[in-house]
């Protein structure tokens, strides 16, 4: 079995549950398998890879756990600058209603390389309109080509605007042919195993999209398929005022009374949430997406991200559609987070303390791997994927960090770092 070796990296950050750092470290694979993490004098001396990665950092490969890579196609578009959610989707749905396959494949493949080279090795898409033929296997083949791992969301909007939703009904579907295409798609792609490059969830776009009925159902296939549940939740005030006003419920109350809590739900966002909220999303362990640049983006808010880690609820960062993004950098998503998490202790720290770059770095890596349902990767530990990046040091940007090079990579201005997919391959090999 193909064996691979890293050695001699300056510092390896395993984010394993001791959060051990590791000076001089490296690790030791079979097979795509951890087996060894370690000061490098204690590793094997040979294997059929060696990777030298002195003057490198090396973190757990990034997470990305909320993406629409098809919005890839769509940044800055003029008319969309500076709205809010709802202007800014009504601006949006008749310009992606005109996508097709092709452009899906492209936009796919666009915004896995740019998530490589931020340090993303595992990421979640979340599709919901399937315009003029296109489909979610157009995104698996197009993943597969790039190589990260890939979770496949399968989304929906089925509550056109003639039906009281937002969207223009010329991009919903009729809720019979996607529970049914999302049953599909799960038995074709969706493959649970460790190590899995692809999964598949199902995962109705937002409550003002869809109806009750098509997130009950979802639910319930989910559930009897043994695959995740995704949603957006919570993202506005705009959102907040549509559940009371059509459901008498706040959106997580709502979830909650329609079985959309668990350790297998995770939703997108979750701007707005009571401390009762946060109740029941920490007690039934459903997971947050949180998504800093695009709630900065379209000024939907400032997600109360401190009190779930207080509640030692499962965080993941998403850097989010790129249309509300406009990049899809997640490293520089890891800095977003800290740095807004820090304008909720403001004035001076009266809110409390700081959140940590560390504590930044962990939400990208094993806190995403939770949030994601995969306990193969997310750290560097024995028994888990080889998913790792490189970061380089000798670079302008690190320039007087050496004190602390792991706290750079999230402080510093974001850069892109050296991805090791499946470095034990040939291709891997002569990178
Ligand atoms: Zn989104």
């Known amino acids: ?72 196609l769509t940044r800055a578009i003029p008319a969309a600058q500076d709205a809010g959610l709802f202007d800014w989707l009504r601006v ?23 998530l490589a080279l931020s340090g993303c090795t595992t990421a979640a898409d979340h599709q919901y309109l399937f315009p003029n033929g296109s489909s979610l296997t157009d995104q698996f083949e197009a993943a ?20 009281g939703g937002l969207p223009p009904d010329s991009v919903v579907e009729d809720e019979r042919a996607i529970v049914d295409d999302m049953a599909e798609m799960v038995d074709r792609h969706h493959d649970p195993a460790i ?96 998504c800093p640049t695009s709630n900065m983006r379209l000024a939907s808010g400032l997600a109360p991200v401190r009190k779930y880690l207080a509640s030692d609820m499962r965080v993941g960062l998403g850097v989010d559609g790129s249309a509300s993004n406009d990049g899809s950098h997640l490293l520089a998503e890891a800095r977003q987070a800290m740095l807004l998490a820090r304008l909720d202790a403001a004035p001076s720290l009266s809110g409390g303390a700081l959140l940590s770059a560390r504590t930044a770095l962990e939400m990208a890596t094993r806190g995403g791997a939770e949030v994601l349902g995969r306990s193969d990767i997310g750290s560097l530990e024995v028994g888990k994927c080889a998913d790792f990046v490189a970061i380089s040091l ?17 402080f510093a201005a974001p850069v892109h770092v050296r991805p090791y997919l499946r470095p034990w391959s040939p291709r891997g090999a002569r990178r």
């Open 195 to 290: 190590g899995s490059m692809t999964q598949v969830v199902v995962a109705p776009c937002s409550p003002f999209s869809v109806t009750l009925d098509l997130m009950r159902e979802s639910a319930e296939l989910a559930r009897d398929k043994g695959v995740l549940l995704h949603t957006h939740l919570a993202e506005t005030i705009d959102e907040e005022e549509y559940c009371l006003e059509h459901h008498g419920r706040r959106p997580v109350e709502l979830m909650a009374d329609i079985g959309w809590v668990g350790d297998d739900v995770w939703y997108a966002h979750a701007v707005f949430a009571t401390d009762d909220e946060i109740e029941i999303m920490s007690r039934s362990r459903t997971g947050v997406a949180h």
């Open 394 to 410: 000798d670079r302008l940007e690190y320039a007087g960090t050496q004190h602390d090079p792991l706290a750079a990579v999230v």
């Open 1 to 72: 079995m193909p064996t691979l070796l890293v050695r001699n990296v300056t510092l390896v950050a395993t984010m394993d549950r001791d959060r051990r750092e590791i000076p001089g470290g490296g690790l030791y694979a079979v097979d795509g398998i951890i087996r060894q993490v370690g000061p490098s004098g204690e590793l094997p001396d040979e294997a059929d890879v060696v990777l030298d990665l002195d003057g490198h950092v090396v973190v757990p490969g990034l997470v990305n756990t909320h993406h629409h890579f098809y919005q890839t």
């Open 92 to 114: 949006l749905y008749p310009i992606w209603a005109r996508i097709g396959p092709d452009d899906v494949r492209a936009a796919t493949q666009v915004a896995l390389a740019e």
């Open 144 to 163: 597969a080509e790039i190589g990260l791992r890939f979770h496949g969301a399968r989304g929906s909007m089925s509550l056109g605007e003639s039906a």
